[in-house]
């Protein structure tokens, strides 16, 4: 869990619906990254409510803060387009955290012993109890990406992605793997981006995909062209264009049977999944074939429909 001091609520919440829900049973580790050093209330308040050990670390500088080589005229220039389209997340700090997703926290000390994470984040919720282990199923079925929801990216924050990683597997097409989920990402063949992605908030996925030769390669691609701040590019989109191209399909797996929500959205489980998780949201309140959904068009992928 990426989180700051400020959020020591909501995070205590996350902690103890996951706990509740999951790691009760099986007492997995926490690690806890901040970009300044963690209040002792912080420390105390989450893991008084862990059944696993605690770990709270401090981000590098150069792992968070905008590099030196950025352009800070540009990158202003890049934030000022951005708020006058009254788009949230206008600042610098919202650009180092997803610079800091994209491509270092799967470096950190804390996390280098480590190939599994389930990405949480203060405030979300849990709905269903959960009866087995999902890294071990991932690690068993050979998957690298876990998700629950998937919508359309805010197109202002990205204009030069698309392009971008087109010039990246021209140049390095064997890193494109030959069973991908391009009909997740494309409707046309690859040309232009529908702005599919996963909600990187809830991620269930396997470290050395993203400490890979490709991942590594592509994550140097972006990051030389300043665009983490010159634009605003998410790490939601970053991860999702890279588990879909990079990894087969059969890689990349949906999580029908957890009912999860992040503000504003959440789904939830239907039938037996909802029934044996014993969960407690609304089976009608679920984002999964809501029209900014991307659910459905990952499913037709999947089926070879795309
Ligand atoms: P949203 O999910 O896109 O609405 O953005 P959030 O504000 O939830 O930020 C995403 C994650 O990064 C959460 O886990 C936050 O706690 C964390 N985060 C965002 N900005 C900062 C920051 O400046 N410092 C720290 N330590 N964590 C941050
Ligand atoms: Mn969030």
């Known amino acids: 869990m990426l989180s700051r001091n400020s959020e020591v609520n909501d995070a205590a919440e996350a902690v103890r619906q996951m706990e509740d829900r999951f790691n009760g049973k099986y007492h997995y580790p926490w690690v806890f990254l901040n970009d300044e050093p963690f209040s002792e209330e912080f420390i105390q308040r989450t893991s008084q409510l862990t059944s696993g050990k605690t770990q709270y670390g ?4 150069d792992h968070w803060n905008q590099p030196d080589w950025i352009d800070e005229d540009k990158a202003r220039a890049g934030r000022n387009k ?20 994209s491509g270092f926290f799967f470096r950190h000390e804390l996390l280098k012993p480590y190939r599994w994470y389930w990405r949480v984040e203060p405030g979300v919720q849990y709905f269903c109890d ?5 890294f071990m199923m991932m690690q068993e079925q050979n998957k690298v990406y876990g998700f629950t929801i998937s919508l359309a990216e805010w197109e202002p924050t990205i204009p030069s992605l698309w392009q971008t990683v087109k010039d990246f597997t021209k140049e390095y097409p064997q890193y494109v793997a030959p069973n991908n989920s391009m009909g997740f990402l494309s409707n046309t063949g690859g040309d232009t981006y529908n702005l599919c992605h996963f909600w990187s908030n809830f991620e269930i996925a396997d470290m050395n995909f993203w400490r890979s030769e490709a991942y590594t390669a592509f994550f140097e691609y972006l990051e030389k062209t300043g665009n983490f701040y010159y634009e ?3 790490d939601a989109p970053v991860h999702s264009i890279a588990a879909s191209l990079f990894a087969n399909k059969d890689q990349v797996h949906f999580f029908r049977d957890i ?18 998780g014993k969960c407690w949201c609304d089976p009608a309140d679920s984002f999964d074939y809501r029209p900014n959904s991307c659910l459905k068009q990952w499913e037709e992928t999947q089926a070879g429909a795309r």
Not at 58 to 61: A, C, L, M
Not at 130 to 134: A, E, V
């Open 58 to 61: 401090v981000i590098p500088r």
């Open 130 to 134: 959960m009866d087995y282990d999902p």
């Open 82 to 101: 951005l708020m006058a389209q009254n788009i949230i997340y206008g600042g610098t700090s919202y650009r180092n955290m997803c610079r800091f997703n």
């Open 259 to 276: 009912g999860y929500r992040h503000s504003p959205f959440q789904r939830c489980p239907v039938g037996d999944h909802h029934t044996n």
């Open 232 to 234: 605003r590019w998410g």
